[in-house]
């Protein structure tokens, strides 16, 4: 019963190990054709405003022309607003932390040809050395938001208008007027800020932010890379193995006693058939 009991722990331990997702990595082509990935936009009425990051991983040299290109096609492009562009350059040759970002937006129907033009190999560069590492979309619900800014630009558009009618009646005491034009001034004031909500909420409407990161892989093209990250992750790999045995252990102390008790009680009733299987004799002739 004791080599049973261990058995079981050690199966025990071996599934819950097994159950644990200790590295994920997803790779994909560098050109996506369709671009499978991205979210279907719903065939309603409701206002989404979407939003992409695409992740690239190419040779460290590569990055600075790669981004200089596609900073110049957007502000070459008809439509595409750059809404930020960073690069960071390594202090030396041995320094692989170069890394680039862009954001720009874009008609929904120019994102496709965007994404896929970022992706063209560069003079003297093969297809292998561009991996897309991930790539991710985002809807988000603006609906509401847009409904509500509307509705207080119309309230405010309509309160300016009625305090600058009554600024005009010829009866309008100098008093009321220095505080009718106080509230014009204040009114006018909000309703450029709405305004320029509204802009901001219609321009996410009808454009999609696409965020592009570069960062450096000396090894894009090599067969072994996997192998090569495996081990570049080995302590990461080894701790968050040390970590699921220990979050198994501290799941399973609860189910010491009850564990314990079903050893006891069967080892208990064992022992009682035992004693009460008779014992086989043997009859002379």
């Known amino acids: 019963m004791k080599r049973v009991f261990v058995v079981c722990s050690i199966c025990l331990v071996a599934l819950a190990a097994c159950g644990q997702p200790m590295y994920r990595q997803h790779y994909s082509s560098p050109y996506m054709a369709d671009f499978a990935q991205r979210l279907e936009k719903p065939e ?23 981004f200089e ?6 502000l070459q492009a008809v439509g595409c607003k750059l809404v930020s562009a960073d690069i960071y350059l390594g202090a030396d040759d041995e320094d692989n932390s170069t890394n680039a970002t862009i954001v720009v937006e874009l ?63 010829p009866d309008v005491r100098v008093d009321d007027l220095i505080k009718i034009e106080s509230e014009l001034s204040n009114v006018q004031s909000q309703l450029e800020q709405a305004a320029g909500q509204q802009r901001d909420v219609n321009d996410r409407v009808s454009k999609e932010q696409l965020t592009i990161s570069l960062t450096s892989g000396e090894d894009a093209g090599n067969p072994f890379r996997p192998l090569a990250q495996v081990w570049h992750n080995s302590i990461e790999l080894l701790l968050q193995s040390v970590a699921n045995v220990l979050t198994f252990l501290i799941m399973f102390i609860p189910w010491i006693p009850v564990v314990a008790l079903g050893f006891y009680l069967v080892s208990w009733a064992w022992r009682r058939i035992r004693r009460r299987t008779p014992l086989s004799t043997t009859s002379g002739p």
């Open 69 to 74: 290109r596609t900073r110049s096609r957007c």
């Open 107 to 169: 008609p929904h129907k120019q994102i496709d040809a965007f994404e896929h033009d970022i992706l063209e190999p560069m003079s003297g560069e093969s297809a292998d050395s561009i991996k897309v590492i991930s790539r991710s979309t985002q809807a988000q619900n603006v609906e509401q938001e847009q409904g509500d800014v509307e509705h207080r630009v119309r309230q405010l558009t309509d309160y300016r208008d009625r305090l600058t009618a009554l600024s005009k009646r």
């Open 44 to 66: 309603s009425n409701t206002v989404f405003a979407y939003s992409h990051i695409v992740s690239i991983e190419t040779e460290r040299a590569r990055i600075q022309p790669r």
